[in-house]
C-alpha cells in the first residue's frame, strides 16, 4: 500500500471504525514506512495493537501496547491500548490500576486515554466516576459513541427524559436514511437538554449505524441475503410471526418489514416456549426509540432502581420478566451483525417463565460447573445463571458477527459450541428449529468466507469442515482468494 504516512493513519483510523482488513493493511504499510522513518514506528505498533483488540486478540494487543510503552513511557495512544486490552482480557482490576497511574503520568487531556479510564472506572463499578468521566469526553470529542451510549443507557444518574416531537422526528429521519437530518436534530436537543438519556444514546446509536454501514459485510448486502436465506428459504417464513405470537409482541404489526423480519427470526426457535409465556400472562414490548423501558405501567416500579451491576432501569434497552422490553434499534443492529438483544431477552423469559423443573436444574448445573471451570462466554454470562443462559442462546443463534464487537456481544454459534459444548447440545434441545442444521453447503461457504473476512479463524475452520469434502477445496481456494493478505497468516 504505497501512501504517504498521513493518509496511512487516516485509512488505519477509518479501518478501525468499521474494517478490519483495512486496518490492518494501513498500519502494517505504515510499520514498513517505519523501516526509514523511526518517528513512525510507535504510532504504527499501536495501530496494530488496536487493530488486533478489535478482532479480539487481546494478549497480542498487550503484547503491542508494552512494546511501544518500552519505547516511550508517556505515549498516551499505548496507555490507552494497553487499558483497553486488559479490560478485554477480563482483568478490570489490573485495567483500572494501569489507568490510575497513567493519569498520574500523562493526565488525561487526551480524549482517547480519559475514555479509556473511564472504560476501567466502569468496569469497576466506581459509576459516579465513570459518568463524571464520561461527561468530559463528551466536552473534548462531541462524538464519541461510547461515551454517548455509556450515558444514555443507564450511566447518568435518574432524571426525566421526556419523548419530544424533535426526537421522534429524528429517529423518522434516521429510519428513512437520512442520516445528516437526523443528527442535526439530536445534536439541537442535546445543545438544550445535554444531559437528556435518549437523546445521548440515540445520537450514538446513530453515529454507531453510519459506521456499521462501511463494514464491507453490511454494505456488500451479506446479511440480508442471509436472513432472506434464512428465514424465507429454510424456515418458510420471512415476516409471519409463528401462530399465537402477534399478540405477544403488541408493536409488531407497527415494524417495517427489515425489523419484523428480526422479530420472527428471533421467536421462531423457542415459538412453543413462548406460547407457555404468553398463557402465563406474558408478552415482549417492542420499545420504540424514545420509550423508556419503565413508561410501562408492569414495569414502573423499577423506576430510579438499578440493575445488578448498576445501571439505572429507565435507560436500560433490553429487560427480561414476564412482560419483557427490547429497544426496536437492537432489531436494526441484529439485523447487520450485532448483537441480538431480542433474543438474549426471550430467552430470559423461557428460562424463567416457560422451562420444566428438570430443565431449570440443568442450567443451573451447568451454569455452577462453567464457573468453576472458566467456561462462561464472558464476565456478563458469568454472574448468574440467568445471564449464563441468555448469552449462550444468543450465541447459538448467531453465525457471523462484525469485527469490533464489545466482549459481551460478539460471540458465535461455533464458539459457543467450542468453549462450552454441554450448553451447546442444551440449547440444541430446547431450539425446535436449527437452520443452520438444515443449511446446505452453499450456505455454510458463504459463511466460511464472511468468518474469514471478519477474522474468526477457528469459526472458518469450523464452518469449512462441515462442507464435503470435494467443495471443501474449493470453498478455501475461493474465499483465501478474496481475504486479504493478513488474514491469510492468521
Avoid at 6 to 28: I, K, Q, T, Y
Avoid at 282 to 303: Q, V
Avoid at 395 to 410: I, L
Avoid at 441 to 464: C, G, K
Amino acid at each position: 500500500m504505497d501512501q504517504p504516512a498521513p493518509v496511512l493513519v487516516s485509512m488505519g483510523e477509518r479501518g478501525l471504525r468499521s474494517d478490519p482488513g483495512l486496518a490492518f493493511a494501513a498500519w502494517r504499510a505504515l510499520r514498513v514506512q517505519a523501516e526509514t522513518a523511526p518517528d513512525l514506528l510507535c504510532e504504527a505498533e499501536t495501530g496494530l495493537g488496536r487493530s488486533w483488540l478489535m478482532i479480539g486478540q487481546a494478549q497480542i494487543a498487550l503484547r503491542y501496547a508494552r512494546s511501544v510503552l518500552g519505547r516511550r513511557p508517556s505515549d498516551t495512544g499505548a496507555l490507552a491500548l494497553h487499558v483497553r486490552a486488559l479490560i478485554r482480557a477480563g482483568t478490570f482490576t489490573d485495567a483500572l490500576r494501569v489507568a490510575e497511574a497513567a493519569k498520574v503520568r500523562v493526565g488525561l487531556g487526551n480524549a482517547d486515554m480519559r475514555a479509556a479510564h473511564a472504560a476501567a472506572l466502569y468496569r469497576n463499578r466506581r459509576l459516579v466516576e465513570a459518568e463524571e468521566s464520561y461527561r468530559v469526553v463528551l466536552q473534548q470529542q462531541p462524538r464519541n459513541i461510547e461515551a454517548l451510549v455509556r450515558l444514555g443507557t443507564g450511566l447518568l444518574p435518574v432524571a426525566s427524559a421526556p419523548a419530544s416531537d424533535e426526537l421522534q422526528h429524528a429517529a423518522c429521519l434516521q429510519r428513512k436514511g437520512h442520516f445528516g437530518k437526523a443528527q442535526t436534530r439530536m445534536i439541537a436537543h442535546l445543545d438544550a437538554h445535554p444531559s437528556h438519556s435518549t437523546a445521548l444514546r440515540m445520537l450514538g446509536e446513530l453515529l454507531l449505524t453510519i459506521d456499521r454501514s462501511r463494514v464491507p459485510l453490511v454494505r456488500d448486502a451479506f446479511y440480508d441475503r442471509l436472513w432472506t436465506d434464512l428465514l424465507r428459504n429454510r424456515l418458510g417464513s420471512e415476516r409471519r410471526l409463528p401462530r399465537g405470537m402477534r399478540k405477544f409482541f403488541p408493536a409488531f404489526g407497527q415494524l417495517d418489514r427489515a425489523r419484523q423480519r428480526m422479530v420472527v427470526w428471533s421467536a421462531l426457535p423457542f415459538a412453543g416456549w413462548l406460547r407457555r409465556v404468553a398463557k402465563n400472562g406474558g408478552r415482549h414490548d417492542l420499545m420504540h426509540e424514545c420509550e423508556r423501558t419503565t413508561d410501562a405501567s408492569e414495569r414502573a416500579w423499577l423506576r430510579g432502581r438499578r440493575t445488578f451491576d448498576g445501571r439505572v432501569w429507565d435507560d436500560v434497552r433490553g429487560i427480561g420478566g414476564l412482560c419483557a422490553a427490547t429497544g426496536v434499534e437492537a432489531l436494526d443492529d441484529a439485523h447487520t451483525g450485532g448483537f441480538q438483544t431480542l433474543v438474549h431477552e426471550l430467552a430470559h423469559q423461557v428460562h424463567l417463565y416457560a422451562l420444566p423443573r428438570v430443565k431449570r436444574d440443568r442450567i443451573t448445573v451447568l451454569y455452577r460447573r462453567a464457573k468453576r471451570d472458566g467456561l462462561c462466554l464472558d464476565y456478563y454470562a458469568a454472574s448468574n445463571e440467568a445471564e449464563y443462559f441468555a448469552q449462550g442462546v444468543e450465541a447459538f443463534f448467531s453465525y457471523v458477527k462484525v469485527a469490533g464487537q464489545p466482549v459481551t456481544h460478539g460471540h458465535t454459534h461455533f464458539e459457543l459450541r467450542r468453549r462450552d459444548p454441554e450448553l451447546f447440545a442444551l440449547i440444541g434441545e430446547l431450539a425446535e428449529v436449527d437452520p443452520l442444521a438444515s443449511g446446505g453447503a452453499s450456505l455454510t461457504a458463504r459463511l466460511f468466507e464472511a468468518a474469514l473476512q471478519t477474522a474468526r479463524v477457528a469459526d472458518a475452520r469450523a464452518l469449512l469442515r462441515r462442507l464435503p469434502a470435494e467443495q471443501r477445496t474449493k470453498a478455501r481456494k475461493r474465499a483465501l482468494g478474496r481475504a486479504t493478505n493478513q488474514f491469510r497468516a492468521l
